[in-house]
């Protein structure tokens, strides 16, 4: 049973904008150091959001985190072709003193 | 320019050993926590264990607990994963990844690229 759960899809066309869930408990999600990770082909994953919604300095603001209770959201505006790409959210779980990540979602550009 | 370049894996046969070594530069390593994160084929990432800035802590998946090891030479700018009792589940692409923080509150800020491990008969 996994820890975080996201879509395993989602899609829209370029230009639009893409939301990814990443659900959770009060062990988890509930707390407030949620990262967001993109994992283009043959890449390395990225680090695009933490603590909720903090960017480093070389994400653009097209990416946006938020979260409610034990629900996280990744907000991806103005959709390009390179986006396309699996996304993870992941936090530290206080109940199992382990990380966990989310079970993944894979964006499609339309 | 921050680097995580891992060495050490392989096709290594069920019950055997294996150590992952991850050669950091471009950032103070000795002030960063590290981690050991997995892909197995198809799919998701999967966190394998957590070493503090100064090796004084450690935490492990439950998967891997008794029979992984992290460690670290900040004299060398080195991470090590010593994978004993290797078993097919473990198999996938192991990346080493640093945190600015403590494992409570911390984030996985820079990847390497990863190193396959096959574990098969």
């Known amino acids: 049973q996994p820890v975080l759960t996201q879509p395993p899809s989602v899609s829209a066309a370029p230009g639009q904008k893409v939301t990814i869930s990443c659900s959770g408990n009060?062990?988890?999600?509930?707390?407030?150091?949620l990262s967001w990770y993109q994992r283009l082909p043959g890449t390395a994953p990225k680090l695009l959001i933490f603590?909720?919604?903090k960017r480093p300095s070389e994400i653009p603001d097209r990416f946006s985190g938020s979260k409610s209770a034990t629900s996280a959201t990744l907000d991806i505006t103005g959709l390009q072709t390179g986006d396309e790409a699996d996304y993870y959210c992941?936090?530290?779980?206080?109940?199992?003193?382990?990380?966990?990540f989310g079970t993944g979602t894979k964006v499609t550009v339309l | 320019q921050v680097q995580l370049v891992e060495s050490g894996g392989g096709v290594v046969q069920p019950g055997r050993s294996l150590r992952l070594s991850c050669a950091a530069s471009?950032?103070?390593?000795?002030?960063?926590?590290m981690h050991w994160v997995r892909q197995a084929p198809g799919k998701g990432l999967d966190w394998v264990a957590f070493?503090?800035?100064?090796?004084?802590?450690?935490y492990y998946a439950d998967s891997v607990k008794g029979r992984f090891t992290i460690s670290r030479d900040n004299s060398k700018n080195t991470l090590y994963l010593q994978m004993n009792s290797l078993k097919p589940d473990d198999t996938g692409v192991y990346s080493c990844?640093?945190?600015?923080?403590?494992?409570?509150?911390?984030?996985?800020?820079?990847w390497g690229q990863g190193t396959l491990v096959a574990v098969s008969s």
């Open positions: 990844a640093s945190d600015p923080r403590y494992a409570d509150s911390g984030y996985f800020r820079h």
């Open positions: 471009g950032f103070p390593f000795s002030n960063y926590a």
């Open positions: 070493i503090s800035y100064d090796g004084g802590n450690e």
């Open positions: 009060n062990s988890n999600v509930g707390r407030n150091h």
């Open positions: 603590d909720i919604n």
């Open positions: 992941a936090i530290w779980d206080t109940s199992l003193s382990a990380y966990v």
